[in-house]
């Protein structure tokens, strides 16, 4: 699936290039002479490029929270983050202007607003980190740890754009998953149970003691005819952080209980 960012070096970049460039080096101006040259250079070796967007984004991220908290002694900079963070994303050609390409309008959870493309093969999602809390930390560190435990289904991270509410959003693409079933709520604690998870809280969520993550119910997890499962909905915390009172506070399933 290929997209087209705004200001994408000249409007003919493919994502992959994107991701290679964004991971090597921020682009201070992606409309001089020097960016096209670098573009056909650096696609060249798109496979020295590890975690691209994402692992550009979250170090940018990291970098704003680290600022405030020195000036203003506060970790709480979520709004900051994310007027840094688009600026960020347009001067490196990773900002969506437009998002028609990302296919047809598909569904709205409580954190997405979710697309399927064109070819039907992806599921384009809009996150507008509902459940960051007051900053990103936890919203980067939950798609690393999802890539990690449920590699079936993998998100990756081609760059933000605003969803229909004007919210500035990361945008997620995973695999569409069509020949598989609703997973049950005892095929779910196994598969965690194999992955060397526990439940806690009479199941409201499962921890391995670095993460815990919540909402893995069946309607976010799916499984085929061979059993393979796939978790394409979760959110997870780092163990240390408070996440069990997080995601109740942030939640609107816990909220209408």
């Known amino acids: ?132 809390d007051d900053n990103l930390s936890s919203f980067f560190e939950r798609i690393k740890a999802h890539n990690k435990y449920f590699d079936a289904c993998p998100y990756r991270m081609i760059g933000f754009a605003e969803n229909r509410d004007g919210k500035v959003c990361a945008v997620l693409i995973q695999p569409f998953i069509a020949d598989a079933r609703l997973a049950t709520k005892e095929e779910i604690h196994d598969e965690f149970l194999r992955l060397g998870f526990h439940p806690e809280d009479q199941g409201e969520y499962y921890t391995n003691g670095l993460h815990d993550i919540f909402d893995a119910v069946d309607g976010n997890v799916l499984i085929d005819d061979e059993s393979n499962m796939f978790f394409i909905d979760t959110i997870i915390y780092p163990s240390d952080t408070d996440g069990y009172n997080t995601y109740r506070s942030l939640s609107p399933r816990c909220s209408k209980q």
């Open 1 to 132: 699936m290929h997209l087209l960012p705004h200001n994408s070096a000249e409007s003919c970049l493919e994502v992959d290039k994107i991701d290679y460039i964004c991971s090597v080096k921020p682009i201070k101006d992606s409309m001089n002479g020097d960016y096209t040259e670098r573009v056909s250079q650096e696609s060249q070796r798109p496979n020295e490029a590890e975690g691209g967007i994402l692992e550009s984004a979250s170090a940018f991220a990291q970098r704003v929270l680290e600022e405030i908290e020195t000036l203003a002694g506060t970790t709480a900079c979520k709004t900051i983050q994310l007027v840094r963070l688009k600026l960020w994303a347009q001067q490196q050609g990773c900002w969506f202007d437009d998002c028609s390409q990302f296919g047809d309008y598909f569904d709205r959870g409580s954190e997405n607003e979710v697309y399927l493309s064109s070819d039907q093969k992806d599921i384009v999602k809009l996150n507008d980190f509902r459940y960051a």
